[in-house]
């Protein structure tokens, strides 16, 4: 039984494959700090600000759908710990919003990614690794790797933030935002700048 209640794997022998989630988390922050970096050495390129709206969009999203359920599940106090992360990253998205209505917001966007990923790498994350099995943060990092490609591309504060409901509308809604994405041309991932 998993530690998370997470449903059973199939049974396919040998081990479970893949990143476990701080290492997929871990490498979506070093994006977001690059591209802020970026950014902000370049405030005013349009194609760095919908990379960064894009790329944090689903990060956001990603982590709304598995490592904050994973995180009340498995720790002590986690419900604190998760409202906490939601709570700010409702103002991330806000923010998120001014800066995709040509708001001069990316400082503060900057700042913020900062924030979030310090609080992810000093308190969300060490804490998991200690409470819950590898099996587990591999298959959270597999669910986080997936929902992350299947999320918004652009910030919707509005929508859900908790399962199960952000399951049903963040793909629903993100594919609005793809097919926005397409017929404007807009580049949406860091590796394509």
Known sequence: MSALN????????????????????????????????????????????????????????????????????????????AARE??????????????????????????????????DAEELLPVLMQMVPVEDLIRVGNRVETAAEAAPTRPHPGTPSAPPWNKIVDPAVAVTDKLRDVVTRRTTYLRDL
Not at 12 to 40: A, F, P, Y
Not at 94 to 107: I, N, T
Request: charged letters at 30%.
């Open 6 to 81: 997470l449903p059973p794997l199939p049974p396919v022998g040998g081990e479970t494959t893949g990143r476990n989630v701080v290492d997929v988390l871990n490498q979506q922050h070093r994006d977001l700090i690059e591209l802020s970096d970026l950014l902000k050495a370049e405030p005013d390129s349009p194609k760095l600000k919908s990379v960064m709206i894009a790329e944090l969009s689903r990060h956001l999203s990603a982590e709304e759908q598995y490592l904050y359920p994973a995180i009340r599940k498995a720790v002590p106090g986690g419900e604190d710990l």
């Open 86 to 119: 939601l709570a700010e990253d409702h103002a991330l998205l806000v923010l998120l919003q001014r800066l995709d209505k040509g708001e001069p917001a990316v400082d503060e966007v900057a700042e913020a990614v900062r924030r979030h990923v310090a609080a």
